[in-house]
């Protein structure tokens, strides 16, 4: 009954390798996101698609491909990992990415550690 | 992991105390609570966190009761721009796992 899921929880890799975020909502939002958590607990956000759509595509190094095959999933694809990857990422979603007044449902994040 | 339970909304008057309540009564010794707020199309901005001790910086305090079962987060003197959805949340260092509620949807009235 998960709103937000996410999987894996913890990823543990290594430099040069490609990785793969997966994240599903159930909640019929038409407007998903990805946040990457840094250091200082900040959330930044990276990407959000609005019904499969690339809506915000934040500066971020090409490495990183959003994938939406449908607008209950938006996976995060990870080419040539580096230390500074290793960081928590979120999912979320809200309903309309115009009307976000009424909150964003938040997965429960992602923990990727680069060694 | 903790579950965190808010209020769905609360209404303020502009000037005064906004008063954020959040239980959290299946908190683990070592998990903090942090706050953070969503305003209308950006993204999360993290507001305080505390563990044990009452905390305060520059935008709110935040008062854990003794036993840790809940939390208060306050900003001392509300403004409209302070109108926003605020997330309690569990947050277990060890493991960087955070368990988001619902939020609660602040508006601040003139």
């Known amino acids: 009954d998960t709103a937000v899921s996410q999987t894996p929880k913890y990823l543990v890799t290594q430099m040069g390798n490609d990785k793969s975020i997966k994240c599903e909502q159930n909640?019929?939002?038409?407007?998903m996101y990805w946040y990457k958590q840094d250091s200082k607990k900040f959330l930044k956000i990276m990407f959000s698609?609005?019904?499969?759509?690339?809506?915000i595509n934040e500066t971020v190094p090409n490495r990183f491909s959003p994938k939406s095959p449908d607008k209950a999933h938006l996976n995060l694809h990870i080419n040539s990992l580096e230390l500074g990857d290793s960081a928590v990422y979120f999912c979320?979603?809200?309903?309309?990415?115009?009307?976000?007044?009424?909150?964003?449902?938040f997965g429960s994040g992602t923990r990727l550690t680069v060694v | 992991d903790a579950k965190t339970t808010q209020p769905p909304s609360m209404d303020c008057a502009e000037g005064r105390a906004a008063n954020l309540p959040c239980n959290h009564s299946?908190?683990?010794?070592?998990?903090?609570v942090y706050w953070y707020r969503q305003i209308h199309s950006q993204g999360p901005q993290y507001i305080i966190h505390?563990?044990?001790?009452?905390e305060t910086n520059e935008m709110a305090s935040l008062i854990i009761t003794e036993d840790r079962k809940s939390s208060t987060l306050i900003l001392p003197h509300a403004t409209l721009r302070d109108t926003a959805v605020y997330y309690c949340?569990?947050?277990?260092?060890?493991?960087?796992?955070?368990?988001w509620g619902a939020g609660t949807k602040l508006i601040i009235k003139p």
């Open positions: 505390g563990l044990k001790n009452n």
């Open positions: 299946t908190i683990s010794g070592n998990e903090y």
């Open positions: 979320a979603s809200s309903q309309d990415h115009d009307r976000v007044e009424n909150g964003y449902t």
């Open positions: 949340i569990a947050f277990m260092d060890s493991n960087y796992q955070l368990i």
């Open positions: 698609y609005n019904n499969k759509e690339l809506i």
């Open positions: 909640l019929g939002h038409d407007t």
